[in-house]
């Protein structure tokens, strides 16, 4: 047998089969190897990207048809927050009827006896999407007479809130109170123009 450092390339038809094929053999290893390479490791890559992204859109399908399948009920949750808003915006006054609501306050103060010696608007402010109107009040009167009227205010129909209020005897009067708060009420700026 010839020593294989004695073969030449260029005398490749002259070799055994046996060289032949064992050579013919690594060139198709080698082939498969720089194919398997450039050709399948990218294929490889982008099926692996490609099942990503299949997982990704089936995710994405799942949440919207989640969506789809919970519109009606979010319709539904729309419609009742809507009527809680009209309901609302009902009990906000308008400016012109800012006048009327002064008026309610003080003939509802005189349904219970008590007597007014302060009772005006102050400057509003705007507070998100509305515009608070502050009132201070200065009435006098027996307590349960001031808790009716309390009651009775926040019973009617536009929104007048309570607050920082003090309470203090009258020495002249038998049993009676001075009762003095800050209240306030919202307007819808929407369209209305605000009132300074």
Not at 57 to 72: G, M, S, Y
Not at 179 to 189: G, L, P
């Amino acid at each position: 047998m010839a020593d294989w450092r004695d073969w030449e390339l260029d005398e490749i038809p002259e070799w055994s089969a046996t060289a032949q094929n064992v050579l013919l053999g690594l060139f198709s290893v080698v082939g498969l190897v720089v194919g398997a390479f450039f050709l399948v490791m990218p294929l490889l890559d982008d099926a692996t990207l490609a099942k990503q992204e299949e997982s990704l859109l089936r995710t994405q399908f799942r949440i919207k048809a989640e969506k789809v399948a919970a519109l009606p009920d979010v319709e539904e949750q729309i419609n009742e927050l809507q009527s809680f808003y009209d309901h609302l915006a009902l009990q906000l006054p308008a400016e012109d009827e800012l006048a009327l609501l002064l008026a309610g306050i003080n003939d509802t103060g005189l349904q219970f006896n008590l007597n007014f010696e302060n009772l005006n608007w102050r400057a509003g402010k705007k507070v998100g999407w509305l515009y608070q109107v502050p009132l201070e009040m200065e009435l006098s009167g027996p307590y349960h007479e001031i808790g009716h009227f309390s009651a009775a205010l926040a019973r009617m129909p536009r929104i007048v809130a309570l607050q920082d209020f003090q309470l203090s005897r009258l020495k002249d009067k038998n049993g009676e109170l001075m009762f003095s708060v800050s209240a306030h009420t919202y307007r819808y700026i929407g369209g209305q123009g605000e009132t300074q």
